[in-house]
């Protein structure tokens, strides 16, 4: 297992290509006409839970489950989204969540991108035994190594802090292997001028290659903050207090506390959700880069 | 691998000064995730030789951990379930993240807007994912019967209310979320076929389906096996979705192995037998990675 075995080079997502533009027009109207069949009905069913999620938060508790089913909600309850706050911390849990996604997004930005530097431009012993060791922890699951880590954590006097989602997750090797890619890209004569004007490789990184890795860096923070918003399994291992709840972990609170509460638990799924969708709907372009450029999740 | 910056091997000087600059660049991401990350994987070999509970004492009980495995119900239990998971989700997911990526790869008006729709379960939260499907789900209003009851089916199963059908309401939900993330990568990798390989493979007259045989398939291989490598490991470290979901029942139809680490280490303090468990975990996902690679690069020489 080799470090370049893993990198496989994906280019960014252009605009599709025209394979077999050719005669033949008939055939291909009526081939375009099944994708979008296809493509409809593929869309329909990734859609369908989201459109129940909306509709049921709209609901009075009752018409929640109906037969038949309704699909529009009749009356619209938009009272649910002001007695959910009264129902539940959500303000609590949003806000924790918020901190910790910041926090997390901040410090893997900044280390990852410094240190994906060093592994990309800095020759030096040891560098590509020290990357084989981050390649390696993909195929190891955290899942594996919770139990441990957590023995670890609480030798620290970490656990029940917020302090220990941000080590969870602040360090982790997407954002070497991400911006490490991007990297490698930016042409090796920009720093060799820059080095021959005798700039330090501290100046190289700050003056040159931050500023041109905007859009990975961007890709990156993105990435992160959705990772760190939608991480359940952290929180719910180190977060006891009530009061240290993210939203995954409040939401699920919620859930079982009140299971009967249908259209609540809707409403309640439904502002877990929004932030991290507006702010996927707006640096979508990055978001898909990201993804594509690493092949890799938080 | 980049160029790297020319170094003269003889220059001494230079090589401290790089090694000086390469270690500070790295040093603090590598601080965090060798405490956090290579320290526990070497920690977890020693304390699944321990009977390590809650109170941190321990004594080395050499395999007695393993011993106790082997004789385990539950934990066969769990493994059997987390290869039923495997061994559907990984083909399902293939071929639905495959199939997506080879409709959208198509000049059609809106597929950007389709992008965007297979992605979006991706990015959304096991939690409200988990409750969003079990309401679907729901045996008697569910739309879910409720629309397999229209076409036809008289006795529409159970989901997560019955043992036989709960974990592929599991193996549905999962694929229904990460198939629109691994079809990202294979789009990436259409994107790097020369268009000119569909042209000449036209020219001769070859059909679509021999196209995709010829041209397609062998063009993806890179991307096929990176996917499959990640999709395992996924597969076989499933937890939280089915946590959510089902919390492993009905009885345990779902225990899966993620999860019995979760409940013998976080629920009955046992980190010592729940470490033997985990290197279980570790083992096959490391070594089907293993496996895996070399396979590829048998093939690829």
Request: proline share 5%; charged share 10%.
């Amino acid at each position: 297992m080799t470090a370049t075995d893993l990198s496989t080079p994906v280019p960014a997502i252009a605009v599709p290509g025209n394979h077999g533009t050719s005669a033949r027009r008939v055939r291909s109207r009526a081939g375009r006409l099944v994708g979008y069949a296809a493509l409809v009905l593929a869309a329909a069913g990734l859609l369908l839970p989201f459109f129940w999620m909306v509709v049921a938060s709209l609901k009075t508790n009752n018409d929640v489950f109906t037969i038949p089913i309704t699909w529009l909600p009749d009356p619209v309850v938009w009272r649910n989204y002001l007695d959910i706050w009264q129902r539940s911390d959500m303000t609590t849990w949003l806000g924790n969540t918020l901190l910790l996604s910041v926090i997390v997004t901040f410090l893997q930005v900044f280390t990852g991108s410094f240190a994906a530097y060093g592994f990309a431009r800095v020759r030096f012993p040891g560098r590509n035994a020290l990357f084989l060791a981050y390649v390696g922890t993909i195929a190891v699951p955290w899942q594996s190594y919770m139990i441990p880590q957590f023995i670890l954590m609480s030798k620290l006097q970490l656990s029940n802090t917020l302090w220990s989602i941000v080590a969870i997750q602040a360090f982790g090797a997407i954002g070497v292997f991400l911006m490490k890619q991007f990297y490698e890209t930016i042409p090796e004569e920009l720093s060799e001028a820059a080095r021959v004007d005798g700039l330090s490789e501290y100046g190289i990184y700050r003056r040159i290659m931050l500023p041109l890795s905007r859009p990975a860096l961007a890709s990156l923070a993105l990435l992160m903050f959705t990772t760190t918003w939608n991480d359940y399994l952290g929180p719910l291992i180190y977060l006891r207090s009530p009061e240290l709840r993210t939203i995954q972990l409040g939401l699920n609170t919620f859930i079982s506390q009140y299971n009967a509460e249908y259209a609540l638990i809707m409403t309640g799924s439904v502002l877990s959700v929004l932030p991290v969708a507006v702010i996927f709907l707006l640096g979508q372009r990055y978001f898909i880069e990201g993804v594509a450029s690493t092949g890799l999740k938080g | 691998m980049a160029t790297l910056p020319r170094t003269r091997p003889r220059n001494r000087r230079l090589v401290s000064r790089n090694t000086v600059a390469g270690w500070s660049f790295i040093l603090p991401n590598f601080v965090g995730f060798a405490v956090l990350t290579l320290l526990p994987v070497v920690v977890l070999f020693y304390v699944a030789f321990t009977n390590w509970n809650v109170f941190g004492v321990a004594d080395w009980t050499g395999t007695a951990n393993f011993r106790r495995m082997w004789d385990d119900a539950s934990f066969w239990t769990a493994l059997r379930n987390t290869v039923y998971y495997a061994v559907f989700h990984i083909p399902l997911t293939l071929a639905a993240a495959l199939g997506l990526a080879l409709l959208l790869n198509r000049k059609l008006r809106g597929v950007r807007f389709f992008r965007t729709v297979a992605f979006f379960p991706y990015i959304t939260s096991i939690v409200a994912i988990a409750v969003v499907w079990n309401q679907l789900f729901s045996p008697e209003y569910g739309p879910i019967n409720a629309l397999l009851g229209a076409v036809g089916v008289d006795n529409p199963p159970g989901w997560t209310a019955s043992a036989t059908w709960s974990m592929p309401a599991v193996i549905i939900v999962g694929t229904w979320r990460y198939m629109g993330y691994y079809m990202l990568l294979f789009l990436a990798g259409l994107q790097t076929i020369p268009a000119q390989l569909y042209e000449a493979a036209e020219t001769d007259g070859a059909a679509p389906w021999q196209r995709f045989v010829h041209v397609t398939l062998p063009g993806l291989r890179h991307t096929t096996f990176f996917v499959t490598v990640l999709l395992t490991i996924e597969s076989f470290k499933v937890f939280d979705l089915i946590l959510v979901m089902t919390g492993g029942g009905p009885g345990q139809s779902t225990l899966v192995l993620s999860q019995y680490i979760y409940q013998k280490g976080f629920e009955e303090n046992q980190f010592g037998y729940a470490s033997a468990v985990s290197i279980v975990l570790f083992a096959i996902c490391f070594g089907i990675t293993v496996i895996q690679f070399m396979v590829n690069k048998r093939r690829n020489s």
